[in-house]
């Protein structure tokens, strides 16, 4: 008996090591790291406004999409952008509209997986921008990212870029 306790106490220690995902969860921490490197990734490369490394980075599907600020009013003032030629034309205005930072608040920076192929990663950040009517001030917004495993590489599959809108005036 004693021996059979040891060792399923021993083949649940080493199946559930350091790497392994917690309960509910379907990622291990290894792969959860992974899309947070990524992330980082992407920051810089936006800040950078290297629009090849950015369109290598979204998932080449029509499906991918990048919500962002529109500058046709037709589209309304905050539009999806369906598509990697779409979304390489929308990065491609914005970073060429003068400056643009991305600056996350990564203590912030939440990535959960969803499924084994698809995760999410949710961030808080200023973003500096004078494309279409924004007038270059840091404002807040919040960066909603679905990844998407291809092969063994993560891909972006949606990119939600929202502002926030600012608070109320309280009443005296």
Request: aromatic residues 8%.
């Amino acid at each position: 008996m004693n021996r059979l306790l040891l060792a399923i106490l021993m083949v649940s220690a080493v199946s559930s090591g350091a790497a392994a995902a917690s309960p509910g969860e379907p990622l291990d921490s290894a792969e959860l790291s992974t899309i947070k490197s990524k992330f980082g990734t992407l920051m810089e490369l936006a800040n950078r406004h290297d629009f090849q490394a950015l369109h290598d980075m979204f998932w080449q599907s029509p499906s991918a999409l990048l919500v962002a600020k529109s500058a046709i009013p037709s589209e309304g003032n905050w539009a999806g952008f369906w598509g990697n030629e779409a979304i390489d034309r929308k990065l491609h205005d914005i970073g060429s509209s003068g400056p643009v930072v991305l600056e996350p608040d990564y203590s912030k920076l939440k990535v959960v997986g969803l499924t084994r192929d698809v995760a999410e990663s949710y961030v808080p950040m200023n973003i500096t921008v004078s494309y279409a009517g924004q007038d270059g001030t840091a404002k807040p917004f919040l960066m909603i990212i679905n990844w998407l495993r291809i092969g063994a590489d993560w891909k972006i599959a949606s990119e939600i870029i929202l502002p926030v809108p600012p608070l109320p005036a309280t009443k005296r």
